[in-house]
């Protein structure tokens, strides 16, 4: 939602006045860094009842179920994108095609694109994510408890120590494409965070429910705090996502506080049902969204939610029985999250 309302800025036929405005209320890069926290949360939670139940978890089939998950309504967005490059709708430039077809667009020269480019933008966090899913499952199949927990505070300390880098501009030209706006390095501690917040709910779950019982009144509004506080400098936003963190925990072990009921909303299940395709798909229709419709600008949103609904129906639905056979166990997660976040 605050990816949608960034991106209603750049829709033609917004008024130009209200740009700087629209910005500062719906931070979309602020939204993406809670979709990795929330990410982080239950990739690990899956993976933490796997092994609770079969004492080991299956690399092959966590592979699987996330290239099922992922992977279909992807490439055909990337088919569309092809599809445009043929007809001389928009071009991407090599830079952009090596990037989309190795999920690192992230890491993307920005000084030899073409305008068409911004078509396939948004997939510089979807790179992140399938890095994550490389690099995260490994390690916690390989690691200990104790050993997974000292992994994900040394990634956030050097995500934070690379993020000091690069405010301060302290690096080699030569190593430019690693310090840029959408470095994987920029966004690990975002990650970490949701990773650290599953470990610490399984295994202290009882501790937590008492903790915002008795004081949730008091951590609310502090964590708002953390996260509404702006970032003066861009390492500072790792002070956010600890705020989020603490509002999605307290948001499960109390999921009936009044700061949470609209989670549970349905039409809010909803679009998290829709998420996915909602990301992959709005990027095309917020650019190609004509000019002639400007004074109805605004459209666009339910347009994107109607593709979304398709794309759900007939790229994602279709592909759950076959998933739910490489799911081991089929994980239960308490219903505060499976109402909140849809199916996972």
Same mark, same amino acid.
């Given at each position: ?12 036929g917004?008024? %130009? ?9 719906? &931070? ?18 899956l ?12 690399? %092959?089939?966590f ?10 309504v ?32 992230n ?9 068409? &480019? ?8 979807l ?41 301060t ?19 690990? &501690? ?30 609310f ?12 400098? &861009? ?5 956010? /996502? ?27 299940a ?28 605004f ?8 593709? /979304? ?13 076959m998933?739910a056979?490489?799911? %081991?166990p089929?994980? %239960? ?12």
């Amino acid at each position: 939602m605050l990816v949608l309302g960034c991106h209603s800025t750049m829709v033609a036929g917004f008024p %130009k006045e209200y740009a700087r405005l629209g910005l500062a209320v719906f &931070d979309g890069n602020l939204g993406v860094r809670f979709f990795f926290v929330i990410s982080g949360f239950l990739i690990t939670w899956l993976l933490l009842t796997e092994e609770a139940e079969f004492k080991s978890i299956s690399l %092959k089939n966590f592979y699987v179920r996330r290239t099922l998950r992922i992977w279909p309504v992807y490439f055909c967005y990337v088919l569309l994108l092809g599809i445009f490059q043929i007809f001389g709708i928009a071009a991407q430039h090599e830079s952009a095609w090596r990037g989309l077809l190795t999920f690192t667009r992230n890491f993307y020269d920005a000084k030899v694109g073409l305008p068409g &480019d911004i078509y396939s933008a948004h997939c510089w966090s979807l790179s992140i994510e399938e890095q994550f899913y490389v690099v995260w499952p490994l390690a916690f199949y390989f690691l200990s408890t104790r050993w997974r927990v000292a992994f994900l505070i040394l990634t956030i300390l050097s995500s934070t120590a690379f993020k000091i880098i690069y405010a301060t501009g302290f690096y080699s030209r030569y190593a430019v494409l690693f310090f840029q706006n959408y470095s994987t390095f920029l966004y690990t &501690d975002c990650l970490a965070w949701g990773c650290l917040a599953a470990i610490l709910f399984f295994t202290q779950r009882q501790k937590l429910e008492r903790l915002f019982q008795q004081n949730g009144a008091i951590i609310f509004p502090v964590a708002i705090s953390a996260v509404l506080a702006p970032a003066m400098i &861009d390492f500072g936003k790792g002070i956010q /996502a600890v705020g989020f963190v603490v509002l999605l925990l307290h948001s499960i072990c109390e999921s009936g506080a009044k700061f949470y009921r609209f989670l549970n909303l349905k039409w809010m299940a909803q679009v998290g049902v829709l998420s996915y395709s909602i990301y992959i798909w709005q990027e095309a229709v917020q650019v190609l969204w004509p000019k002639w419709l400007g004074a109805i600008w605004f459209a666009w949103i339910p347009a994107t939610l109607a593709i /979304a609904w398709a794309s759900y129906q007939f790229l994602e639905k279709p592909l759950f029985a076959m998933r739910a056979k490489f799911r %081991k166990p089929r994980a %239960k997660i308490p219903a505060p999250i499976t109402s909140v976040f849809g199916k996972v």
